[in-house]
């Protein structure tokens, strides 16, 4: 079995070794341009066209990622990168969803005990207790209820938040109100204080919190973006956040990554920035869930974690 590799960032040794632990039966190559040698499956972040196109003998693609739209939006230009019928498969949890329940939960707590008007309150050296928030005052809605979306939503829950999500198709998750499809998202969004996107990047999401939506939010609410920076409307967000209706914001991606040194985001003082991170691939756990994923495609199994083309996610 033939495994290539290619990913712009990660060390590329660690990968082929531990993909060679995980797999002894397999060879695995780091992929170099002009490499057009035989391949079974291919693991990609950002992959040249030409590492992928005219392999119709593979068995599976890889996305190193939870995310493809990457992957998509080149296969929208390139439709031959993805020969008919070779699955793409994306990375699912893999240890992602810890780190998105520690990112929301450390977030939600942050503004639930007003640390934000703390911090704001130290800067003018006043020494001034607020009232509590209560927290059925404090209502978290997920939008996208997905492998990651729904542990954040859980582990909210856990906290004795109340919290709902909004997805396509209903869920069915201990403690969560669930509301799905567009004709829902109305009644989701009404009443609901913090907002933490984990939506995929498709064409029926991108622009989705927008001025229009966040007028639709609590006042005072909070906007927690963890999934993709074309989410979000970023005037909108200011515009939102000046006239009160939001609060506070925490944004981890954005439209343009890194995020330009004069965008106004980072000189607002109620928007918390991180440089997309917050749930980052783990090797030993991505390749560990490859390697169960290629035994399966190999015993004729079917394994979960396969894109749909048609769905964009
Ligand atoms: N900032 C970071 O570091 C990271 C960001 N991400 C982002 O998080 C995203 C989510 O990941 P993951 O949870 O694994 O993805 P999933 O595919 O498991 O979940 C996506 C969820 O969104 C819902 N959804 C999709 N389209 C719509 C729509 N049009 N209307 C309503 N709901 C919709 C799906 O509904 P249904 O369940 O009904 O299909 C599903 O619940 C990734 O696509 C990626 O962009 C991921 C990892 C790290
Ligand atoms: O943003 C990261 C991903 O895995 O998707």
């Not at 997805?167 to 009443?191: H, N, P, V």
Request: charged letters at 20%; hydrophobic letters at 40%; proline letters at 6%.
């Amino acid at each position: 079995m033939d495994i290539i590799f290619h990913h712009p960032t990660f060390n590329s040794q660690q990968w082929i070794e531990g993909l060679h632990q995980k797999l002894p039966e397999a060879t695995v190559r780091q992929w170099l341009p002009g490499d057009n040698q035989p391949a079974d499956y291919a693991l990609v972040w950002h992959p040249p066209v030409e590492m992928l196109s005219g392999r119709s003998t593979l068995k599976g693609v890889f996305a190193l990622g939870a995310g493809v739209d990457s992957i998509l939006s080149q296969l929208q230009k390139h439709p031959e990168m993805l020969p008919k019928g070779v699955p793409l498969f994306r990375l699912e949890d893999t240890g992602m969803a810890l780190q998105m329940q520690e990112y929301a939960v450390s977030q939600v707590l942050h503004w639930f005990r007003r640390f934000d008007d703390y911090q704001a309150l130290k800067q003018q050296a006043k020494w001034e207790p607020l009232e509590d928030y209560r927290r059925e005052d404090f209502t978290i809605g997920v939008l996208g209820a997905g492998v990651l979306g729904g542990k954040v939503a859980e582990s909210l829950a856990a906290w004795g938040f109340p919290v709902r999500c909004w997805s396509r198709s209903k869920k069915d998750y201990l403690g969560i109100t669930s509301y799905a499809g567009a004709e829902q998202l109305g009644q989701f969004l009404s009443g609901t204080r913090v907002l933490i996107n984990l939506l995929p990047n498709t064409p029926q999401t991108v622009g989705i919190i927008n001025s229009e939506l966040l007028n639709k939010l609590a006042d005072n609410s909070y906007v927690m973006n963890l999934a993709r920076g074309v989410h979000l409307v970023e005037d909108d967000l200011l515009a939102a956040l000046d006239s009160g209706k939001v609060k506070g914001a925490m944004l981890d991606v954005f439209a343009k990554e890194p995020l330009p040194q004069n965008s106004l985001l980072w000189k607002h003082p109620r928007i918390a920035i991180t440089p997309h991170l917050a749930a980052v691939t783990r090797p030993e756990e991505a390749m560990t869930y490859i390697a169960k994923t290629i035994r399966q495609i190999e015993n004729k199994e079917s394994p979960s974690g396969q894109v749909s083309l048609d769905n964009g996610y």
